[in-house]
């Protein structure tokens, strides 16, 4: 493969990846670390890049074949995870987070702009986008990537060289690594890349050589060098983001999430070049929601309905579930997805490095780990979310 197709591939990677979740967390994050942002945001750095480029390469090792390598875990457990991550990635959380953040941008400075008629128009883009499955990976890589990553480079040099005052945080080291660790795992990005690995591995093998095509091995390897320099594109974004939130932690502090972006541009370019921030945010969500929604109309056609409707009816479900769920907002969606996240997201990093190790060394206890590791996390989070409510009612009665 030729590097100038290696890098527009890392391109399309890094754009795929990059939505909504990306936005908003890192910006978060740094302006609730403060001074304990470069801890806050190792940890996210692990869950949010490292994590999803282990997911990668598993699932390129199976060929991009998310069903067989979900499926390793055992076929019922499989099936549970593909619909709860399809729902996630899909309708029910991370295209209609990116719809809305998108309008969240646009709001700031075109407050007329309903949020029912910003979905309405972004429905017949994505849908318009999506109708030619193969042209996918070609704008994320072309067109998305390139644009979206020289916006966002530019708001962060210019944060960085800006005077600011850093909010002051009540966090030690080891409670912002964790914050960042667990942060990581809302932005959906290893469940991304488990389902878009099919989109890139269809990629690579039409920048191949016919002869080469077959070799899996290969195959594997130029998904791990393209998802090295996406992940790398994607861990500078998130230090420079949480950098100069926390930089400018004040000036951002009461700004709702969805208009964090908008506000630190204002911040840090002045009030006119804030424009720039809807348009990257804008790019940002929306090229990242033409790709989820491809991949959940696929899922719906393919395997939910058993091939018995065709792509272009089940694009136009999802595009219609997508509108749907946009309109609870950022908050509503949010309450939704997070308790899914949480519980899921650690046997899907088990699951990724076992599948690994089995592809490695034939490692041969996918399901017993997977389990335990979803039954353990189901304990821990029962007993901390018994411990909150409990805290609670003791506030209540006094």
């Given at each position: 493969?030729?590097?100038?197709?290696?890098?527009?591939?890392?391109?399309?990677?890094?754009?795929?990846?990059?939505?909504?979740?990306?936005?908003?967390?890192?910006?978060?994050?740094?302006?609730?670390?403060?001074?304990?942002?470069?801890?806050?945001?190792?940890?996210?750095?692990?869950?949010?890049?490292?994590?999803?480029?282990?997911?990668?390469?598993?699932?390129?090792?199976?060929?991009?074949?998310?069903?067989?390598?979900?499926?390793?875990?055992?076929?019922?457990?499989?099936?549970?995870?593909?619909?709860?991550?399809?729902?996630?990635?899909?309708?029910?959380?991370?295209?209609?987070?990116?719809?809305?953040?998108?309008?969240?941008?646009?709001?700031?400075?075109?407050?007329?702009?309903?949020?029912?008629?910003?979905?309405?128009?972004?429905?017949?883009?994505?849908?318009?986008?999506?109708?030619?499955?193969?042209?996918?990976?070609?704008?994320?890589?072309?067109?998305?990537?390139?644009?979206?990553?020289?916006?966002?480079?530019?708001?962060?040099?210019?944060?960085?060289?800006?005077?600011?005052?850093?909010?002051?945080?009540?966090?030690?080291?080891?409670?912002?690594?964790?914050?960042?660790?667990?942060?990581?795992?809302?932005?959906?990005?290893?469940?991304?890349?488990?389902?878009?690995?099919?989109?890139?591995?269809?990629?690579?093998?039409?920048?191949?050589?016919?002869?080469?095509?077959?070799?899996?091995?290969?195959?594997?390897l130029y998904g791990l060098k393209a998802g090295v320099i996406g992940g790398s594109l994607l861990g500078l974004v998130y230090i420079g983001f949480s950098v100069v939130a926390a930089q400018h932690g004040l000036a951002i502090a009461f700004i709702e999430k969805r208009q964090l972006l908008s506000a630190l541009a204002a911040e840090v370019l002045g009030a006119p070049a804030s424009i720039l921030a809807n348009i990257t945010t804008v790019v940002a969500c929306l090229s990242t929601a033409i790709a989820l929604t491809t991949v959940f109309a696929e899922y719906l056609a393919s395997e939910l309905c058993g091939a018995r409707i065709k792509y272009i009816h089940a694009l136009m479900i999802t595009v219609a579930m997508n509108f749907a769920m946009t309109n609870l907002g950022f908050s509503g969606i949010e309450a939704v997805m997070e308790p899914l996240v949480v519980i899921c997201y650690p046997a899907l990093i088990v699951l990724s490095l076992a599948n690994a190790a089995y592809v490695f060394w034939g490692f041969n206890y996918i399901k017993e780990v997977v389990i335990a590791t979803l039954l353990i996390n189901l304990v821990v989070t029962g007993m901390k979310n018994a411990s909150e409510i409990k805290t609670i009612i003791s506030g209540i009665l006094g």
């Open positions: 493969m030729q590097p100038f197709r290696l890098v527009q591939l890392g391109l399309a990677i890094f754009a795929m990846l990059f939505g909504a979740g990306s936005v908003v967390y890192p910006l978060c994050l740094g302006r609730d670390a403060g001074s304990m942002v470069l801890f806050a945001v190792a940890g996210f750095i692990v869950t949010g890049v490292l994590v999803p480029l282990i997911g990668l390469i598993s699932a390129a090792l199976f060929n991009g074949d998310y069903k067989r390598f979900l499926g390793m875990a055992g076929r019922w457990p499989g099936m549970i995870i593909a619909f709860i991550c399809m729902l996630l990635l899909g309708p029910l959380g991370a295209t209609p987070r990116c719809i809305t953040l998108a309008h969240g941008a646009v709001h700031w400075h075109v407050p007329a702009i309903s949020l029912f008629i910003f979905s309405v128009v972004t429905a017949v883009l994505i849908f318009f986008a999506t109708m030619r499955r193969s042209m996918v990976v070609e704008l994320m890589g072309k067109v998305f990537g390139p644009i979206k990553l020289a916006l966002l480079f530019l708001i962060i040099i210019c944060g960085l060289f800006a005077t600011a005052a850093p909010l002051t945080t009540v966090l030690d080291s080891g409670t912002a690594f964790t914050r960042g660790f667990t942060d990581g795992y809302l932005t959906l990005d290893l469940i991304a890349t488990i389902f878009f690995s099919a989109l890139i591995v269809r990629s690579i093998r039409a920048s191949m050589k016919p002869e080469e095509q077959g070799d899996q091995a290969a195959v594997a």
